[in-house]
């Protein structure tokens, strides 16, 4: 009977020894699994690599055409959506005519806009072509595009626009902001002229 209890001990205590050392032994010689992005792109079929291919190229040229469309100077941004700054309801704009057309050397401008110097504010519709664009740029960003300029708009208030355009989606921001009246954000997307 010692005998017995002293194999059982015995081999029970190999036991505890050799497990920890299988199991260390299995780990190391398992197949080291790819990250999860490999995995996946290994287990897509041909159609669908293909669809994505296409798919990346089709957002490249429409971020090309974007990016050749600013700097063309010949685009039109049609706002849907505006408020006034700060903290102003946002109305939609349904009025088909309202848009800032930009050409080579000047701009044509429809736009409903916040006048007054304290709530409540009038609405009005900037309603003109500006023949001289002062101060326009276009600087390309991580994004796409910021282009501002400057205009007196036929008055004696100074008008800055400033108009962020995102490649990626064609969509825009317009801020329209002046010495006396408050800042008026129109939210928006641009086309190229036809």
Partial sequence: M???????????????ITIPVVRAIRTTSAPIEAPADQRHERELSEK????????KARQAAYEH?????????NFIFYPSMFNVEPAGGSNLINNPNAELAI?????????????GFTP????AVVNTVITTLNGYTAVQTNDGWNVTFNSWLYSGNEYT?????????????????????PTTTYWGSISAVR
Avoid: M, N
Wanted: proline letters at 3%.
């Fill in 2 to 16: 010692k005998k017995l209890l002293l194999a059982i001990g015995t081999l029970c205590a190999l036991t505890l």
């Fill in 48 to 55: 669908h690599r293909e669809r994505i291919a296409r798919r």
């Fill in 65 to 73: 055409f974007i990016d050749s469309t600013v700097l063309s100077h």
């Fill in 103 to 115: 050409y080579s050397d000047w701009a044509d401008i429809c736009l409903p806009y916040y006048r």
């Fill in 120 to 123: 409540p504010y009038r609405l």
């Fill in 161 to 181: 626009f400033t108009l962020q355009i995102y490649s990626s989606s064609g969509s825009a921001q317009l801020q329209l902001s002046s010495d006396f009246y």
